[in-house]
């Protein structure tokens, strides 16, 4: 038996570099949101990639069912989802789906929140009742997700904790303020989304 095993091929070792930085890990993360929020703005932020984008002109058609009250001045919106990618430390690569902010895109949430890791929940304060239906969408499917409130220039600035009240969120759950076009405020949401629902996870498996 001993010499069986003193014969058989010896597994290859691995390159110097692999062994250095260690496993890649891929996570599934949302931007999610109302109507103008920035989720496509965030996304193209920090990928690393050239972010697909499926956006399309609003149209006189479209004026009639879309709530346009605050952000007057856009002109497209995403259809279908925002990708991009983008590669935090130690490794992790985060793939990020940011979803359509019309209530009838909606239909198109299940589908784009299949094996995702959390969620972020872009919010204004010119208009934070837009954000009710994504944290109302998350809590039912038991999603971890934090809140970043994307601090437009021309808008009312609040501290995180009158944030938390006027959305009635559960303590637990981050909320922070950012600047969805700087890559440094968006990569920061980002690591506080995937700390928290590793925090979340590793509560579940101790009461298990």
Same mark, same amino acid.
């Given at each position: 038996? !001993?010499?069986?095993?003193?014969?058989?091929?010896?597994?290859?070792?691995?390159p110097?570099?692999?062994?250095?930085d260690?496993?890649?890990?891929?996570?599934?993360?949302?931007?999610?949101?109302?109507?103008?929020?920035?989720?496509?703005?965030?996304?193209?932020?920090?990928?690393?990639i050239?972010?697909l984008?499926?956006?399309e002109?609003?149209?006189d058609?479209g004026?009639?069912?879309?709530?346009? =009250?605050?952000?007057?001045?856009k002109?497209?919106?995403?259809?279908?989802?925002?990708?991009?990618?983008?590669?935090?430390?130690?490794?992790?690569?985060? /793939?990020?789906?940011?979803?359509?902010?019309?209530e009838?895109?909606?239909?198109?949430?299940?589908?784009? !929140?299949r094996?995702?890791?959390?969620?972020?929940?872009?919010a204004?304060?010119?208009r934070?009742?837009?954000?009710?239906a994504?944290?109302? /969408?998350?809590?039912?499917?038991?999603?971890?997700?934090?809140?970043?409130?994307?601090?437009? =220039? =021309?808008?009312?600035? /609040?501290?995180?904790?009158?944030?938390?009240?006027?959305?009635?969120?559960?303590? @637990?759950?981050?909320?922070?303020?950012?600047?969805?076009?700087?890559?440094? !405020?968006?990569?920061?949401?980002?690591? !506080?989304?995937?700390? @928290?629902?590793?925090?979340?996870a590793?509560?579940?498996?101790?009461r298990?």
């Amino acid at each position: 038996m !001993s010499s069986a095993r003193s014969n058989s091929p010896e597994a290859p070792e691995a390159p110097a570099d692999e062994r250095l930085d260690g496993p890649r890990v891929a996570l599934k993360i949302l931007v999610a949101g109302g109507f103008g929020v920035g989720k496509t703005t965030l996304v193209g932020a920090v990928s690393e990639i050239r972010p697909l984008r499926t956006e399309e002109a609003l149209t006189d058609v479209g004026a009639a069912v879309d709530d346009l =009250d605050g952000v007057a001045a856009k002109t497209t919106t995403t259809v279908a989802m925002d990708f991009g990618r983008i590669t935090l430390r130690d490794g992790v690569a985060v /793939y990020l789906f940011g979803t359509p902010g019309q209530e009838r895109f909606w239909f198109m949430w299940n589908e784009l !929140s299949r094996g995702a890791l959390g969620a972020v929940v872009l919010a204004d304060t010119r208009r934070l009742m837009a954000s009710f239906a994504s944290i109302d /969408y998350f809590e039912r499917k038991g999603t971890p997700f934090v809140v970043a409130v994307n601090c437009f =220039d =021309d808008a009312d600035r /609040y501290d995180p904790p009158e944030i938390r009240t006027a959305l009635d969120i559960d303590p @637990h759950v981050p909320v922070l303020l950012c600047d969805a076009r700087r890559t440094g !405020s968006a990569k920061e949401v980002l690591v !506080s989304l995937v700390e @928290h629902a590793l925090r979340l996870a590793g509560g579940a498996g101790r009461r298990g």
